[in-house]
């Protein structure tokens, strides 16, 4: 048996939570390996939009089990309101939630320190979520983390302690001083420590090990995007971990040998959310017609995503960079009613034109070439079937496939579960 991933190709937001939700009726686990409550995926059905953060996509099933993997960072407060949020609607996660206890805690001061951060960066700040995604992954890397078997552990408040001492001790060098409540944040902090600690707290890789013995399928669910990777990503505007297929082996401990299929979704155009480069992107009313049919906010931070067209030259980079086996092309819906759609094909660089990309796409070394395709006016929003897509829509997906040699399988035509084609 096989883990199948389920990644983003673009700059995140792609849709990832729809088609896992989607997926999951054909899957035992569904595991998410990395990031953290950086992330917002929504997931739509019977007229109730769901956004998670932590949580992976499959929990409203009512069998497949959820897992947290390692590779994730949580902030505890932040989980213990998305548990709440699933209450109403009646989610058991008791017996299907499953959390890592090798994940590592974003603590309070991990937040503040993100912030702090951020704001000394001035004009060059990332646009982080500031969730304290990079202080808890700096933390991690630098050996000095809390994980969430930490939390049993009798000395646990000491460990805590020394490196809340050590953050509050590096957040007094910092010249912008952040405003803060430690009583109030703690408090808090404590008590979803609390609610933690009555959770499933597991060795995750043993019990992907296990279920791959006994032949359950898994999918692996990622977080942001391709682009957002910490090696392959625009750096220094990227995320602090790997969003790349690499990272679900490392964010579950699963070996590359057992990966399966390798989902790969996109948006029919591009979006990003946070400052760097993004050569295709709209200053226009076309780029403000996007954002607005297309709802453009973020899940997470209801920031406006800036909009642009697809890119064909990062989105090969990312299939190859994945070893992507099937791609999923999300809101082909948003671009009805454009009399014609852009795709950039090439960028044009001081070393002439070229199909890959290069170490920078910052827009002094880049500018994008396009080649112009024809439009379509129809609504998708209420099509079930491929039959009835209009030609131009057709031919859009066609190129696509031809220009990124990889089949794509899935056509999403709006946000709930049933705008989903399978070809
Ligand atoms: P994720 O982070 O990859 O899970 O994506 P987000 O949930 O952050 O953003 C995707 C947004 O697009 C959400 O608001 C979805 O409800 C919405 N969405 C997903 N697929 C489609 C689609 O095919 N058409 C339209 N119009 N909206 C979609
Ligand atoms: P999902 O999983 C879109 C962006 C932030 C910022 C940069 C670093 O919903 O696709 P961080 O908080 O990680 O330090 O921010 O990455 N970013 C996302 N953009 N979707 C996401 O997740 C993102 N998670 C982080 O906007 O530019
Ligand atoms: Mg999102």
């Given at each position: 048996m096989s883990v199948d991933l389920l990644l983003g190709l673009q700059w995140g937001d792609e849709g990832k939570g729809k088609i896992v939700d989607v997926l999951t009726q054909d899957y035992d686990i569904i595991a998410r390996f990395q990031g953290g409550p950086n992330a917002g995926h929504t997931l739509q059905f019977d007229g109730v939009s769901h956004v998670l953060h932590t949580i992976p996509s499959g929990i409203f099933h009512p069998k497949a089990v959820n897992i947290i993997g390692n590779g994730v960072v949580i902030d505890p407060v932040i989980f213990q309101k998305e548990l709440e949020k699933l209450t109403p609607f009646g989610v058991?996660?008791?017996?299907k939630l499953f959390i890592s206890k090798k994940a590592h805690l974003i603590l309070p001061t991990h937040r503040l320190l993100d912030a702090a951060s951020e704001a000394a960066k001035g004009k060059a700040k990332i646009g982080s979520t500031l969730k304290g995604i990079g202080p808890t992954y700096m933390d991690k890397t630098g050996r000095n983390g809390i994980r969430v078997?930490?939390?049993?552990?009798?000395?646990w408040k000491d460990r805590y302690q020394q490196l809340r001492d050590k953050h509050l001790n590096m957040l007094s060098h910092y010249k912008n001083i952040i405003d803060f409540d430690l009583d109030e944040l703690e408090s808090a902090f404590f008590e979803s420590i609390e609610q933690l600690r009555g959770l499933k707290l597991i060795d995750s890789e043993n019990y992907l090990h296990q279920a791959l013995k006994d032949k359950k399928k898994i999918l692996a669910e990622g977080a942001q995007g391709s682009l957002l990777d910490i090696d392959f990503g625009t750096y220094p505007f990227v995320t602090s971990s790997t969003t790349t297929a690499a990272g679900a082996c490392t964010g579950l401990?699963?070996?590359?040998?057992?990966?399966?299929e390798v989902y790969g979704i996109f948006k029919a155009y591009a979006t990003r959310v946070g400052s760097g480069p993004f050569p295709t992107e709209l200053f226009d009313e076309i780029g403000e017609t996007m954002g607005r049919v297309g709802h453009e906010f973020g899940a997470t931070t209801g920031r406006a995503r800036r909009c642009g067209w697809i890119d064909l030259v990062a989105l090969r980079y990312a299939i190859r960079v994945n070893g992507v086996t099937q791609l999923m092309m999300m809101k082909g819906d948003v671009l009805s009613g454009f009399p014609t759609i852009n795709v950039c094909t090439h960028y044009q660089t001081a070393d002439g034109k070229i199909d890959h990309l290069p170490f920078s796409i910052a827009p002094k070394d880049v500018t994008p070439v396009y080649e112009t395709l024809p439009g379509w006016e129809e609504d998708l929003t209420k099509m079930t079937d491929e039959a009835a897509f209009p030609k131009n829509f057709k031919d859009y997906i066609n190129y696509l496939e031809n220009a990124l040699e990889t089949p794509i399988k899935i056509v999403s035509v709006g946000p709930d579960r049933k705008q989903t084609i399978f070809r």
């Open positions: 058991d996660f008791s017996n078997g930490d939390i049993l552990l009798e000395d401990g699963i070996a590359p040998n057992v990966v399966g």
